[in-house]
């Protein structure tokens, strides 16, 4: 079982940057995909970035650009590095992990973006 926390949502103006986080509770080296996903109020969850066992990356068209995914294997956690948000972007993300056993969800972090 592979437990994930998620860090550093908040209230950011438009144009503004925040930098997600999401660490698991095992080594990242043994799970071969993680991904975000956000939703927003009234709307279905959507996958947002990937990135796999071997760093390769993938994104959302909206995001392309302006969001940045990164992984640090010594501190078992990926980052989102999130610039330029625009209030689309406001939503609650979530982290999500999977490995042979199956698949694993952060609690979630709210990302506003108002001015």
């Known amino acids: 079982q592979v437990q994930l926390v998620e860090s550093g949502g908040g209230l950011v103006q438009p144009g503004g940057s925040l930098r997600l986080s999401c660490t698991a509770s095992?080594?990242?080296?043994?799970?071969?995909?993680m991904r975000w996903y956000r939703q927003a109020p009234g709307r279905k969850r959507e996958w947002v970035a990937s990135i796999d066992s071997s760093g390769g990356l993938d994104y959302v068209p909206s995001v392309k650009g302006r969001f940045r995914l990164s992984r640090d294997n010594a501190a078992n956690t990926v980052h989102l590095q999130m610039n330029n948000l625009k209030p689309e972007d406001t939503a609650v993300y979530y982290c999500?992990?999977?490995?042979?056993?199956?698949?694993?969800w952060g609690q979630g972090t709210q990302v506003t973006v108002s001015s």
């Open positions: 999500k992990a999977s490995d042979v056993d199956g698949d694993y």
């Open positions: 095992t080594t990242i080296l043994n799970i071969y995909g």
